[in-house]
């Protein structure tokens, strides 16, 4: 059974990068059954996607996060990875990894990890 | 840029039906999914494809999308289904959410 778990600091200084790893256990991230996805909750807030990688290499960012944003994949690990750059407070959140389907099915996630809240703060 | 409209919440009384809306522009064209989230929990998707439920998912959860509106219904709702609901669809290679609806039972 696949499982998601999400690893990283949890505090990141203003201006520095973040950076955030999925593990994938219970199957292959080079499945083409899955795209892999970073969302994030602000404390007391909604849920934005921040971007979805396909195994392939094909990626799909935020526009609004898309200048500060890479995701990528490291297959000899079964991880993803996540990495915000130039953060600032408003970037303080809880960041889920997910799992998903392409667009055609209607790009929907249907398991997610636990999520790994991180503070930016000095 | 595309938006989805939630209205912030929405309140029902044990047994009765509980009904969540969802606003874009022709959303009815594209698939709408919808994810239940509870205090301290990571979301769980409770709808996919308009109308499907995952194994897993009481049969009291429904949807429906046509028009610019998908609608999460909850039939003979109950105090456990008291949470934070999302709907989510896709337009430009760009995954939307909607804001959230805060369901209350009373």
């Known amino acids: 059974q696949l499982q998601l778990q999400e690893s990283g600091p949890g505090l990141v200084k203003p201006s520095e990068t973040l950076s955030l790893t999925c593990t994938v256990s219970?199957?292959?991230?080079?499945?083409?059954?899955?795209?892999w996805g970073w969302i994030r909750q602000p404390p007391g807030k909604g849920l934005q996607w921040i971007g979805s990688?396909?195994?392939?290499?094909?990626?799909f960012y935020n526009p609004s996060l898309k200048s500060r944003v890479t995701i990528s994949v490291d297959t000899s690990k079964n991880q993803v990875s996540l990495k915000l750059n130039s953060v600032t407070a408003a970037d303080t959140a809880v960041y889920y990894c997910?799992?998903?389907?392409?667009?055609?099915?209607?790009?929907?996630?249907?398991?997610w990890g636990r999520g790994a809240l991180v503070t930016v703060s000095s | 840029s595309y938006e989805l409209t939630q209205p912030p919440s929405v309140s029902v009384s044990p047994g009765q039906t509980a009904s969540i809306t969802c606003s874009g522009d022709k959303l009815g064209n594209r698939y709408a999914c919808w994810y239940q989230q509870k205090p301290g929990q990571s979301p769980v998707l409770v709808i996919y494809q308009d109308n499907k439920r995952p194994s897993g998912i009481p049969e009291r959860f429904s949807g429906s999308n046509s028009g610019n509106t998908a609608t999460l219904t909850i039939s003979g709702t109950q105090a456990m289904d008291e949470a934070d609901y999302y709907c989510?669809?896709?337009?430009?290679?760009?995954?939307?959410f909607g804001g959230g609806t805060k369901l209350t039972v009373l």
């Open positions: 990688m396909y195994f392939s290499g094909s990626t």
């Open positions: 997910a799992s998903s389907t392409g667009p055609v099915a209607g790009w929907y996630f249907d398991l």
């Open positions: 989510q669809a896709w337009d430009s290679r760009t995954v939307i």
């Open positions: 219970g199957g292959s991230i080079s499945s083409s059954a899955y795209y």
